[in-house]
């Protein structure tokens, strides 16, 4: 009997593990560390993203650009039936064949011109790309680092709430003995509270939050399934001065500098209405006939045309000038841009400074409160304080840790915008 019951006993231990495992299995969500995410944002930009369809644009720009070395070819055919009626009537069919090629050699260097300006635009709007691609990415880590502070106060919350209702458990108990006043044992409610409504909103915005990593990743990612482990290491040797010299060598400094480059061919190419034009031509017809007296014919011929502008007024000469002033102003405007990134760099660099500072401050308030906070639960026990007291000194230590979570999250974002700046981003987040 004994090793019957011993043997039901082990069956049942077996079903229990079973079905333990299979819901285990069911209930196993994906996880994601923060450079699996930032390796999936990459290859959402590289691939089917108005990124990638902009690649493929410039691509085709830079080929039409070539096409006006090559000659325009055109064909036609043209068959036709007339049949003509007096006291006689006679028909005639034709077949006619025609080829007509067109070929500008000299425009006034537009064609030249055209070509320097769209490579360079297109190596501009490469470079802005690389520079979007890069703010996405920085937005990621903000998010992570914002939802791992999220769920950081979380924690603190619910310590919070566990606290107060032992507290408040206490309070009743010493209440209806009366040794506590109303006014102590509401306190301690309203504390209690105010950490439940705190973890509502705590929770709000997690769920928002992990919405918006969603709609950036472009993929439905659940609030648990991102792992909060991961540290985004920045060296401090990387965050250094740099002169505006090496900026303009970063994604940002590498789009001013081609799109500057790309303001004087746009002038020279309005030189196009002021500068003679040299074409060449060639049309080649071949006409089948069919009757008693006409047979076939064929015709070719070649031209070459020269077209010299003489004078319209002034109008052309006055449009160029207009062009030759847009020209300056995009100059002063290419200019504030330059030194609005190097003066946005330097802010950038000294709110480092200043929020590193900060943080090491803010450190010694964050110890001092936690002093605080205990020794006000000590004195509390003894009733050497009020519940005030306890409440405001908890209440201190978790505003401390807040400001030291913001502050913390601050210097990753000013960090990586100087990373940018600086060009060594792709260090990092590769």
Known sequence: MEFKKFGEDMA????????????????????YEIEELINILKTKNQNESVFFYDQKINELDIKNSYSSFYPTISYSNK?????????????ISSNTHSLSLDLNLYNGGYRDQNIVEIENKNKANMALNTYKKSLLIKELILGYYNLKSLHNLKATSKNNINFYSNKLKEAEILFEAGRLSKIDLLNFKSAKMNSENNLFDI???????????????????KVNEIKLDYDV?????LIQMRTLSHLMSSSYGQYLTFMEKTYLPELEKNKIDLMPSVDLDYDYSNTDKFSST???????????????????????ENNFDISKYEYEK???????????????????????????KKIISQRVIVESNQLKYEGSKILYEANRVDVNDLIDSQASLDQSINTMNQLEIDLKNISLSILIYNGNFSSIVN
């Open 79 to 91: 068959t036709s039936d007339t049949t003509t009626k007096t006291t006689s009537s006679s028909s």
């Open 233 to 237: 290491d920045i060296p401090s040797s």
């Open 330 to 356: 995009k100059l002063l405007d290419h200019k504030d841009m330059v030194q609005k990134f190097y003066t946005d760099y330097k802010i950038s660099f000294n709110n480092y400074q200043n929020i590193t």
């Open 294 to 316: 006409i047979g076939k014919r064929s015709s070719s011929s070649i031209s070459l045309t020269l077209t010299v502008p003489l004078f319209n007024g002034f109008k052309k």
């Open 12 to 31: 049942k231990s077996k079903i229990v593990i079973f079905f333990s495992f299979l819901f285990f299995t069911f209930n196993t969500v994906n996880s």
């Open 203 to 221: 929770n709000n915005e997690i769920e928002n939050l992990t919405l918006e990593l969603s709609d950036l990743l472009d993929m439905e990612i």
